[in-house]
T-cell receptor, first 115, second 108 residues
Framework: GAGVSQSPRYKVAKRGQDVALRCDPI?????LFWYQQALGQGPEFLTY????????KSGLPSDRFFAERPEGSVSTLKIQRTQQEDSAVYLC?????????????FGPGTRLTVT | AQRVTQPEKLLSVFKGAPVELKCNYS??????LFWYVQYSRQRLQLLLRHISRESIKGFTADLNKGETSFHLKKPFAQEEDSAMYYCALSYGNNRLAFGKGNQVVVIP
């Protein structure tokens, strides 16, 4: 079937605007992760869901960042009052619970540019 | 805290030459290490994991707990190996900590 999908692929926001980024995980994958990848850096963990429960949000950089997964499938990452330092690629990944392989399946990412 | 270090940013090698990408980690628990790869215009994908001790596309990586390293090696580079490579450490609930990545360019 289809892999992880993300939308939009590109988003340009003016500083101060709110944005919402969507992730559709692989069907049946109960674990979902969000990462932020700044230019020239590796992905950095933001938050983790198991089904609808947000088990870890320790990586969210500020209270302007909020993520949800209300029905345990699609997830939305919302950034309020965007700042220039929020410009990055936002990656979503899904996996089976406590996968023996540890493999995460990544989406194509959403490139956010804040002007 | 967990940390992954990949010292070289860009590595250029000639086709047929050996490739070695260095990865060092720090982690207080039992480490699970991975190499992820991103080819041009493609998404990040798993290349190999230390648990399976397998060779994928000619690449191998051995976990050395004494040196806290997980270097990636391939004896003969191919043009299709040109990509971005990330070393990653799994910790707590399968979260991944990534290094900054290595850009590999294989010169024909």
């Amino acid at each position: 079937g289809a892999g992880v999908s993300q939308s939009p692929r590109y988003k340009v926001a003016k500083r101060g605007q709110d944005v919402a980024l969507r992730c559709d995980p692989i069907s049946g994958h109960v674990s979902l992760f969000w990462y932020q990848q700044a230019l020239g850096q590796g992905p950095e963990f933001l938050t983790y869901f198991q089904n609808e429960a947000q088990l870890d949000k320790s990586g969210l950089p500020s209270d302007r960042f909020f993520a949800e997964r209300p029905e345990g499938s699609v997830s939305t990452l919302k950034i309020q009052r965007t700042q220039q330092e929020d410009s990055a690629v936002y990656l979503c990944a899904s996996s089976l619970p406590r996968s023996a392989s540890g493999e995460q399946y990544f989406g194509p990412g959403t490139r956010l540019t804040v002007t | 805290a967990q940390r992954v270090t990949q010292p070289e940013k860009l590595l250029s090698v000639f086709k047929g030459a050996p490739v070695e990408l260095k990865c060092n980690y720090s982690y207080s628990g039992s480490p699970e290490l991975f190499w992820y790869v991103q080819y041009s215009r493609q998404r990040l994908q798993l290349l190999l994991r230390h648990i399976s001790r397998e060779s994928i596309k000619g690449f191998t990586a051995d976990l050395n707990k004494g040196e806290t390293s997980f270097h990636l090696k391939k004896p003969f580079a191919q043009e299709e190996d040109s990509a971005m490579y990330y070393c990653a450490l799994s910790y707590g609930n399968n979260r991944l900590a990534f290094g900054k990545g290595n850009q590999v360019v294989v010169i024909p």
